[in-house]
């Protein structure tokens, strides 16, 4: 598949602003033909969403919600790649995506939410969105957000 920005606008995408760093960091790097991102936030429009741990009963975050969440952490993942690379159609292929969801203890469904990064991969990229990845549950993430996605990417 080519035309990954193409394909962007097929699917009604428009990428954020790269969101600015909360600490001593930068969004992405480029070494060798990869772009690291940084863990990214599900920011929109500047503000988290939501904050808290994830999970099923009161005052916790709905998995269904984490998800919509984790696709605008890839987003901004994607935005951070752009900005180092000019284009989405220098992408060859996502090469890892790490997702983060900050869960309750009782709370087991981290694949399930990291899923809504690594479907958007697949509707933006196809075959080249297919990666290697983990879903990781941990106590608590930056600006108690409920889910971080990083992301490895390979370029030409």
Do not use: W
């Not at 790269?18 to 690291?36: E, K, M, Q, R």
């Not at 890892?96 to 690594?118: H, I, M």
């Not at 697949?122 to 971080?148: K, M, T, W, Y």
Request: glycine residues 12%; proline residues 7%; negative net charge.
């Amino acid at each position: 598949m080519a035309g990954f920005e193409a394909r962007l606008a097929e699917l009604g995408i428009d990428l954020p602003e790269v969101a600015p760093p909360v600490a001593a960091y930068v969004p992405a790097l480029v070494t060798g033909s990869y772009v690291y991102t940084s863990g990214q936030l599900p920011f929109i429009a500047g503000a988290l969403p939501a904050t808290g741990k994830v999970g099923d009963g009161h005052g916790l975050v709905p998995a269904d919600d984490a998800k919509e969440y984790a696709r605008a952490c890839v987003l901004n993942g994607l935005a951070a790649v752009r900005a180092e690379l000019g284009s989405l159609d220098r992408v060859r292929r996502i090469v890892k995506l790490v997702g983060f969801v900050a869960s309750d203890p009782s709370f087991t469904g981290q694949p399930g939410v990291v899923n809504g990064a690594s479907e958007l991969l697949g509707e933006i990229f196809g075959e080249a969105g297919r990666h290697a990845r983990s879903a990781v549950g941990v106590a608590v993430l930056p600006l108690d957000a409920p889910v971080e996605v990083e992301l490895v990417v390979e370029f030409a």
